[in-house]
């Protein structure tokens, strides 16, 4: 099955359901992995990375926009606030709220700026999170595993490269 194929017949309705129910495998493999501490895991995860984001139009899903607010640094709220003629202080008072953890997010999902047809209206000046989502692309995975562990239950692709990280990686 193509990857194309895979992520369009993907159930969004059932991934965070099927997402829940590995996750305590995924939990006990993610634990393993953190105390061997594997070489090449970077490689590993931003090869799967790019294979599958090869062949996927992310606009067919944008799972991740209607259902999780990035994280905004300030610069975000800067820049966003600019391309949109606005001064920060207004932008923050119309579209961000401070999270539980203290981190500045859009007030609502899906994303305020998320379009029917999936794009993204402030797609040149989108926070870095969003640059950088899934974050399957970056360095340091381990690092940041919990995260991914996270974008399984919401990006059907995240979904697979931890699938198939999980198989090529076992750890005993």
């Not at 992520?7 to 393993?32: C, G, M, P, S, Y």
């Not at 139009?57 to 990035?70: G, H, I, R, V």
């Not at 994303?111 to 970056?138: M, W």
Request: overall charge neutral.
């Amino acid at each position: 099955m193509s990857n194309q194929k895979f992520i369009a017949n993907i159930d969004l309705t059932t991934l965070r359901q099927k997402a829940e129910q590995k996750r305590k495998q995924h939990e006990k493999w993610v634990a393993k992995l953190k105390s061997r501490t594997p070489k090449h895991l970077d490689q590993h995860i931003n090869e799967k990375h790019h294979q599958l984001f090869e062949n996927i139009d992310c606009l067919e899903c944008a799972n991740c926009c209607k259902t999780t607010s990035p994280l905004l640094l300030q610069s975000d709220i800067v820049t966003i606030a600019a391309h949109l003629k606005m001064k920060p202080g207004d932008f923050i008072q119309k579209y961000v709220i401070m999270d539980e953890d203290g981190d500045f997010v859009f007030h609502q999902t899906p994303c305020p700026f998320l379009g029917q047809d999936n794009y993204c209206s402030i797609y040149e000046v989108r926070p870095k999170a969003c640059k950088e989502y899934p974050h399957t692309q970056q360095r340091k995975q381990l690092s940041i595993i919990e995260i991914t562990l996270e974008n399984v239950a919401i990006c059907p692709a995240v979904f697979r490269i931890f699938d198939e990280i999980e198989r090529e990686f076992e750890v005993k």
